[in-house]
């Protein structure tokens, strides 16, 4: 049971109570899985008057800081249109004006289209103390395991890149049982990313172009079996979607152009 | 810690448990509006209130994140037009049109929605039909399938603006195609962009007109919707007693298992732990949980506690607490040592021999043909006509197996109740039930009380759809009541629901047929093995109208119609997965689903028409029931002729509204220009129901005139959402000549209102609607004679048989009147004084069938096999309908269930019989944002065993649905789907081959 409650009001305030060894504290972001009553965790830090909520574009990327709500990013300008279809599958609003970015990335598992989308996109977390920068793709797997810091303040991906998904799901807005992923930059530089399985979205494929999108999205699930669909199924339709994706961002790129 | 709150604009310094949830805090403050769904990450929304102006759900944030933050809910808008002598402002602009536009059903959700709205509208005053949606998709509601809840909010947003909007009571043109938003665009694959009419009142095409009404026809406001708007207090737990404690119940982590030991030690030994009882503390008294009347027609088989468990989420120990947090702290500290056993969790392997025998209690109670030693809860063979001659003159046999799955009610509102001993020491049950007197009398032997020493309290109830038809938590809250003589309020999770409640009966049904090359069925067997899971409740009964229902409608044609061969076997066999029960259709989906694909097969194999087909050989108005002398539900059969069907019509209604003449067959229609690998396909269902059980249900209604000539309704029957109070009411109205306002209807107190058997197949407009109406003429006669009464005081002589009721007013062939408050004073205070009051009780010989035409347009990925439903179309024809407002609402929201039985929902489990949906994340119900086009029409006809000439509107929605997107993946991309939901992988399967 949460038996302490703080609210700090700066970062290096909340540095000094998560690395307190003397008591197992966790960060609160929006509170959507924290709520939940967990055992083994003596108090919670609150970081809403951090001064973490708000996004910055810089020349290369756009940053997010830690307490940035989903529904804030749905509202940015700067914020890819598919990410923002990624954030409206994954949570509606009640959810969205909760649920801060990492919160989700920590509680949402591998059906998360929105986290198989920021994978894609390669974004980076910075980790306190010591401004760690992690690769989300580095993150994912091992996060329950280690953790690089006590506390993500940032998230951060370039912008520039395209980026389209597609998902196969029973209903519209239900959790997908498949989603490919598919960023590309200028340099030709794609990709491919896999959700829908697991406890995380993987990555099938970052190559120089998009040549053999479908065998690396083949490959990767290819063992991809559970209660919601066979690796058969998700092995053929991960190609499929993957061929999808492309021919959507060649059509887009003809359009620019 | 102690912190301040700043809700509805109002400072609460408070003490809180760190850990406690805004939730909880709101509730115990007497924020009722804000209601519990029993989720734990926020998935249903029915707690969300505004922060800062924004909808959030309290369920999934601690009270400490609240403080410093705006907190809104519902009890800071509008209030009721008119308290005594103080004026208010009335309701809020938003609360307005929910209730006008009909849309609050069981109003659990309603609170929520109106918040988000509120949100919405500060920020966007003149939002898209998708911007609505957006915004109502956090909130999941399992009644309305969200047209009207849109349409309240477009009224409301346009009403804001200062701009007219349409009247409500005001019926829609019938007889086109109906355009749903020409020039907006065709709905997207996605399911966005669905276009919503505006108009509220539904479509409606009358065959036997009838004399203008006053209210009966009229899409008047629910009676109840101003205080559910208001987010008033009027659900089960909703509801404060001094030193209440909190139930939880330990479950078995084991599909099978023998309970060796239970050490209770340490978690009686945990402060504020007030009781635990396991099966060694309670009396061992077998029952059945099935709401149902006398004789329950099923096995008893069932302990509120027992030392076997049957299948993972059964019972094992109950646990009362000061707190919910002490409460499951003390269930975990339970320990148990059990000794699992063999399992069934497929009704196959129930059949074999040498399966493990699931009940092997002695005091197991048989009904009919059911035979624990072979895991039988129920069999049935109904023999009608001579099958094999009829299967002999055939030219073509059609055989095929079709499989449906167990699915869930999943009502917002969990099963909730609350207990405790009144001061004269009988045991008061407040609960969430459709079947109020049948806890009553179920749980007497139970409890070892008699039933006058119980009194059962339904309060407003937040869905049911057939899960609340069941004695489910009431034993649990009054064991715990009896045992520490404190009250108790036992609250089930959404997890519990999923596990340990009730669901639909799966089943694998074989279909054979016989078919002359001109079309007529010449005979028609089906045969249904239903999951009745881990308990007997309702097995017989269900799938009993599985074949009563669906194998009624096809008769065939010439001589067969005059004699049609039909069979309908059935078994129904325990397993180790959680009982299947009574759902919104009970048993007549399961049996649409082959009926229908099967008539479909049949139809483009001979080349014919499917529609032509199938009306050449469906039942017609004049025959017999086919059913009705060889089977009934819980009573002998007797035959039913059937005067009213309206199907044809439906057909045509229906066929004009989707376009099927320019859709079907073409070719062009079916491609989608630009996406090679999406077809589109269009299909057809044709599904009858019944309308109460003949010569079983009962309702009772007992009406009083108050002085100043208004009326106290008193009904048994249940409003679980359906708006039953609202129809009642409106036929006792009209009966009596007054506005619906004057008609104060209370439903149902065990211990004030008439016995009604409850809210379960169909019943209520028809058997409880036509004892109102007996009642409502017994009193307009009393008031006649005091009229007549008191005419002659005045020297006016008139027979009472010539007065006429209208507009508060007895009214002579002369013109002269007497007001009704008049009339009222005089018989309570001035002359010959009697209370004019009157009760009356109606029970049927017959259950006339509603029919309807369900169609569905459908998107198919030929690639990964998705589906998208884009648009259903249903014409029913439910006889009069009493208020085309509230039925079309029944209509909508019971498409939207049937659309989710379609594509999305099932009930899956391991090999070790665990449960894989816990949470409404994983058992996907559909959202507002992501629903087809749906379009209801009505074909009105009169029944004339009704007064007003009503059959039944809120189970037959179900039926149809699954059966027409499964003939419209068929004609999208040619693949014949025999098992539902129609997953993608299933259709890429078939597609692959």
């Known amino acids: 049971m949460i038996s302490e409650y703080c609210r700090p009001a700066s970062v290096e305030e909340a540095l000094s109570l998560l690395t307190d060894k003397s008591k197992i504290r966790l960060p609160l972001g929006g509170g959507t899985s924290l709520s939940r009553q967990q055992s083994g965790v003596d108090g919670v830090v609150d970081l809403q008057d951090t001064g973490l909520d708000w996004i910055e574009k810089g020349s290369r990327g756009l940053t997010v800081g830690a307490m940035t709500r989903l529904e804030r990013l749905m509202a940015h300008p700067d914020v890819h249109p598919e990410v923002k279809r990624a954030i409206q599958l994954d949570a509606p609003e009640n959810i969205r004006n909760m649920a801060t970015l990492p919160g989700w990335l920590f509680s949402s598992g591998g059906r998360s289209i929105l986290t198989t989308v920021l994978l894609a996109l390669d974004a980076t977390l910075t980790w306190e103390p010591g401004s760690k920068q992690v690769r989300l793709g580095d993150w994912l797997p091992l996060w329950k395991q280690a953790s690089p810091g006590v506390l993500i303040t940032e998230i951060a991906w370039l912008v520039g890149s395209q980026l389209v998904f597609e998902y196969v799901a029973r209903a519209p807005k239900d959790q997908p049982i498949l989603v490919v992923a598919v960023a590309q930059w200028g340099s030709g530089r794609t990709r491919v990313v896999l959700g829908g399985f697991g406890d995380m979205p993987i990555i099938a494929m970052d190559g120089p172009d998009s040549s053999g999108v479908d065998v690396a999205s083949r490959d990767a699930y290819f063992e991809a079996e559970d209660q919601w669909a066979t690796a058969a199924y998700r092995r053929d339709i991960a190609a499929k979607l993957a061929l999808r994706c492309v021919e959507r961002l060649n059509a887009k790129k003809e359009s620019e152009s | ?993």
């Open chain 2, 1 to 993: 810690m102690e912190i301040t709150l700043n809700i509805n604009q109002q400072d609460y310094p408070l003490k809180i448990a760190t850990g406690e949830r805004l939730l909880d805090t709101l509730r115990r403050l007497g924020f009722f509006s804000v209601k519990y769904g029993g989720c734990q990450k926020g998935e249903c929304g029915a707690c969300a209130v505004l922060f800062d102006g924004r909808p959030v759900n309290s369920c999934t944030m601690l009270t400490a994140q609240a403080e410093g933050h705006r907190i809104q809910t519902v009890e800071s808008l509008g209030e009721h037009p008119e308290q005594g002598w103080k004026r208010t402002e009335g309701l809020h602009v938003i609360q307005q049109a929910f209730v006008e536009t009909g849309a609050i059903q069981c109003g659990y959700c309603t609170p929520a929605m109106v918040l988000v709205a509120k949100s919405l509208l500060e920020k966007t005053p003149s939002p898209s039909e998708e911007e609505v949606r957006a915004a109502l998709s956090g909130v999941l509601c399992r009644c309305t399938g969200y047209i009207k809840p849109v349409q309240a909010v477009l009224r409301a947003a346009a009403t804001l603006r200062g701009e007219e909007v349409s009247p409500i009571d005001e019926p829609s043109a019938i007889g086109g195609v109906l355009e749903f938003g020409e020039g907006e665009g065709t709905p997207l694959t996605t399911g966005q962009g669905t276009l919503t009419e505006t108009k509220v009142f539904p479509k409606l095409k009358v065959l036997d007109e009838l004399s203008p009404m006053k209210t009966v026809g009229h899409g008047e406001p629910k009676v109840d919707a101003v205080k559910l708007v208001q987010g008033k207090p009027a659900f089960a737990a909703d509801f404060d007693r001094r030193d209440m404690l909190v139930a939880k119940v330990l479950r078995s982590p084991y599909a099978h298992a023998i309970i060796k030991h239970i050490d209770t030690s340490a978690a009686e030994a945990l402060p504020g732990v007030a009781a635990v009882l396991t099966w060694q503390d309670l009396p061992r008294v077998i029952y059945s949980t099935a709401g149902q009347s006398h004789p329950i027609p099923g096995p008893l088989d069932m302990f509120s506690l027992d030392k076997k468990v049957r299948f993972v989420g059964d019972r094992v120990a109950f646990v009362a607490a000061e707190t919910a947090e002490i409460a499951e702290e003390a269930v975990k500290l339970i320990q148990v040592e059990y000794e699992a056993l063999p399992t069934i969790l497929n009704a196959k392997q129930a059949m074999e021999a040498g399966a493990p025998v699931i009940h092997d209690e002695e005091e197991y109670v048989n009904f009919a043909d059911s035979d624990p030693n072979r895991n039988l809860a129920a069999e049935i063979r109904i023999d009608i006509g001579d099958v094999e001659r009829g299967l002999a003159e055939a030219d073509h046999i059609f055989e095929a197996e079709y499989v449906v799955p167990k699915v869930q009610q999943a009502h917002i509102e969990p099963h909730v109740v609350v207990t405790y001993w009144d001061e004269d020491d009988r045991l008061v049950i407040r609960t969430s039930t459709q079947v109020p007197f049948h806890v009553r009398r179920q749980l007497a032997p139970v409890l070892n009380l008699p039933v006058k020493r119980i009194r059962v309290i339904k309060p407003r109830i937040g869905g049911g759809f057939g899960g609340k038809q069941e004695v489910l938590v009431e034993d649990v809250a009054a064991h715990l009541t009896i045992a520490t003589g404190r009250p108790v309020i036992y609250e089930m999770t959404r997890e519990e629901e999923f596990i340990g409640a009730r669901s639909r009966h799966p089943m694998r049904i074989r279909m054979k047929t016989g078919v002359k090359a001109d079309g007529t069925i010449t005979a028609n067997v089906m045969y249904a093995l239903s999951d009745t899971g881990a308990y007997g409740c309702h097995a017989l009964t269900v799938t009993g109208n599985t074949g009563h229902k669906s194998m009624a409608l096809y008769v065939g044609d010439g001589p067969y119609r005059e004699q049609p061969n039909i069979r309908f076997y059935a078994d129904v066999v325990y397993t180790n997965t959680v009982p299947s029960g009574a759902y919104r259709g009970y048993g007549v989906p399961q049996g649409f689903w082959p009926v229908e694909r099967h008539m479909e097969t049949i139809a483009r194999e001979l080349g014919l028409d499917p529609i032509a087909f199938r009306l050449k050989n469906a039942l017609r108005a004049g025959e017999l029931h086919p059913f009705s002398t060889a089977w009934s539900e819980g009573r002998e059969p007797k035959p039913e002729t059937i005067y009213t069907i309206g199907l044809e019509e439906c057909v045509n209604q229906g066929r004009m509204a989707i376009d099927w003449d320019h859709k079907f067959g073409n070719k062009a229609w079916h491609a989608v220009p630009g996406k090679q690998h999406l077809r589109k396909g269009i299909g057809v269902a044709m599904v009858m129901q019944g309308t109460a059980i003949p010569y079983l249900d009962m309702g009772g209604a007992s009406i009083k005139m108050n002085d100043d000539g208004s009326f106290n309704l008193l009904v048994g029957a249940t409003d679980l959402g359906t708006g039953s109070d609202t129809v009642l009411s409106q036929m006792a109205a009209e009966t009596l000549g007054v506005p619906l306002e004057d008609i104060l209807v209370y439903s149902s107190d065990t211990d004030f209102t008439p016995f009604d058997k409850g809210a379960y197949a169909s019943s209520t407009t028809y058997i409880s609607g036509a004892a109102v109406v007996k009642a409502a003429e017994k009193v307009a006669q009393q008031i006649c004679d005091r009229a007549a009464a008191m005419f002659a005081e005045n020297g006016l002589k008139v027979d009472p048989i010539e007065i006429t009721l209208e507009e508060r007013r007895a009214v002579a062939p002369s013109g002269e009147t007497v007001t009704f408050g008049e009339i009222a004073l005089h018989a309570l205070h001035q002359s010959d004084q009697r209370q004019i009051m009157a009760v009356a009780s109606h029970m049927s010989p017959v259950a006339p069938p509603p029919f309807a035409a369900q169609f569905a347009e459908v998107t198919v990925d030929t690639e990964s096999g998705m589906v998208t439903v884009d648009k259903l179309v249903m014409a029913v024809d439910s006889g009069v309908i009493i208020n085309p407002v509230t039925a079309s609402g029944q209509i909508e929201g019971g498409m939207t269930q049937a659309l989710g039985y379609a594509v999305c929902e099932e009930m899956v489990y391991d090999e070790q019989g665990q449960p894989r949906e816990r949470d409404f994340v994983d058992y996907h119900i559909f959202r507002a944002d992501e629903m087809p086009e749906l379009t209801t029409i009505f074909v009105e006809t009169f029944e004339p065993s009704h007064p007003y000439g009503a059959k039944a509107v809120a189970e037959i929605p179900l039926d149809g649905v699954a059966p027409a997107v499964g003939n419209a993946i068929l004609d999208a991309c040619g693949v014949s789907l025999n098992a539902i939901p129609a997953l993608p992988e299933k259709i890429w399967q078939a597609l692959s081959k």
